[in-house]
């Protein structure tokens, strides 16, 4: 059976999910750590962030 990806389902635990040796891999490759991980996890759990408007025409660099 195929999954339809485009709903939302179950979603694995955050320590499951850093405990998985693939994650792991790729954030070796990318120069994080678990920490790093976790506390990005923690400020985004605190509210939303900071969005700042641009004026039309600009994008930013």
């Known amino acids: 059976m195929q999954q339809d990806w485009r709903h939302a389902g179950i979603e694995p635990a955050i320590d499951d999910m850093l405990a998985d040796p693939i994650v792991h891999a790729i ?4 120069g994080i750590g678990e920490g790093e991980v ?14 700042v408007s ?6 930013p660099r």
Do not use: E, K, Q
């Open 27 to 30: 954030m070796r490759r990318d």
């Open 38 to 51: 976790r506390a990005a996890i923690a400020h985004a759990r605190r509210g939303p962030a900071l969005i």
């Open 54 to 59: 641009l004026p039309t025409g600009r994008s």
